[in-house]
């Protein structure tokens, strides 16, 4: 191995490193905000749930059509589609999602979950621009 070589293997450890670091940081920061989980059908909100508040595991259904169906649980933090009968079944393999950011799609129907937080710690705004008085 020449010595180019090893320069390249160390960079590329240290991105790699460095990329770990920041979702790892990303995922914890948001980790301790708030939980809703959304419900989009077709891009439109159908149902917002603050997992935070739920206190007894529940489900329900949305149904599409006369046969088409996703079954929806709540549960404390978070949220999964547990049964469905589109055609792979995707939807359903996902599994629970729990942290802000996360998704699950069943796209035969056109459906979304996913959850967004919000820290109550931080405020809502990156930067202030402008001038004072104008």
């Given at each position: 191995?020449?010595?180019?070589?090893?320069?390249?293997?160390?960079?590329?450890?240290?991105?790699?490193?460095?990329?770990?670091?920041?979702?790892?940081?990303?995922?914890?920061?948001?980790?301790?905000?708030?939980?809703?989980?959304?419900?989009?059908?077709?891009?439109?909100?159908?149902?917002?749930?603050?997992?935070?508040?739920?206190?007894?595991?529940?489900?329900?259904?949305?149904?599409?059509?006369?046969?088409?169906?996703?079954?929806?649980?709540?549960?404390?933090?978070?949220?999964?589609?547990?049964?469905s009968n589109s055609p792979r079944k995707i939807g359903m393999k996902m599994?629970?999602?729990?942290?802000?950011?996360?998704?699950?799609?069943?796209?035969?129907?056109?459906?979304?979950?996913?959850?967004?937080?919000?820290?109550?710690?931080?405020?809502?705004?990156?930067?202030?621009?402008g001038q004072p008085g104008n």
């Open positions: 191995m020449k010595k180019g070589d090893r320069i390249v293997i160390l960079i590329i450890g240290i991105l790699i490193i460095i990329s770990l670091t920041g979702v790892y940081t990303y995922r914890n920061h948001l980790g301790s905000s708030n939980k809703i989980a959304v419900i989009k059908e077709n891009g439109n909100t159908i149902k917002t749930i603050d997992l935070n508040k739920v206190e007894k595991s529940y489900e329900f259904t949305i149904k599409y059509g006369k046969s088409g169906f996703n079954k929806i649980k709540v549960e404390k933090g978070r949220i999964r589609i547990s049964d599994g629970w999602i729990s942290n802000p950011g996360d998704n699950v799609v069943c796209a035969p129907y056109k459906l979304i979950v996913e959850i967004e937080g919000k820290n109550p710690k931080h405020n809502d705004f990156d930067a202030i621009v």
